[in-house]
């Protein structure tokens, strides 16, 4: 049984940083892609970064140049920094892991409980 932690959300003021963890338990086989979601209250859940088996990275434009996904050595597991915050950043973020078929990534195997990301004007 996978399970995965989000940590390090918070509140914040417009311009600051924050860095998200994510920690798992349990073991993942074979390869797999890193991802990073957010969502606000009535709206979809959106991909915001990810890291593809193959290594390569990906962000959403609205974060293009703000944000960094890389990958910890320890675990394999997504970080996400989070630099020049905007109030429109608040959500919560979820990490995900989704399957990889020829180093493209396919559906969310496993969900984290997501972390609370506020950020004030």
């Known amino acids: 049984q996978v399970r995965l932690v989000e940590s390090g959300g918070g509140s914040v003021q417009s311009g600051e940083s924050l860095r998200l963890s994510c920690a798992a338990t349990g073991v993942i086989y074979g390869r797999y892609c890193m991802a990073w979601f957010r969502q606000t209250p009535g709206k979809e859940r959106e991909a915001v970064a990810e890291?593809?088996?193959?290594?390569?990275?990906w962000y959403v434009e609205s974060v293009k140049g703000r944000f960094t996904i890389s990958e910890t050595n320890e675990q394999n597991m997504p970080n996400l920094q989070m630099n020049s915050l905007k109030p429109e950043d608040t959500a919560k973020y979820y990490c995900?892991?989704?399957?990889?078929?020829?180093?493209?990534?396919?559906?969310?195997?496993?969900w984290g409980q997501g972390t609370q990301v506020t950020v004030s004007s």
């Open positions: 995900a892991i989704r399957s990889s078929v020829d180093d493209s990534c396919r559906a969310v195997s496993f």
């Open positions: 890291i593809d088996s193959a290594g390569r990275a």
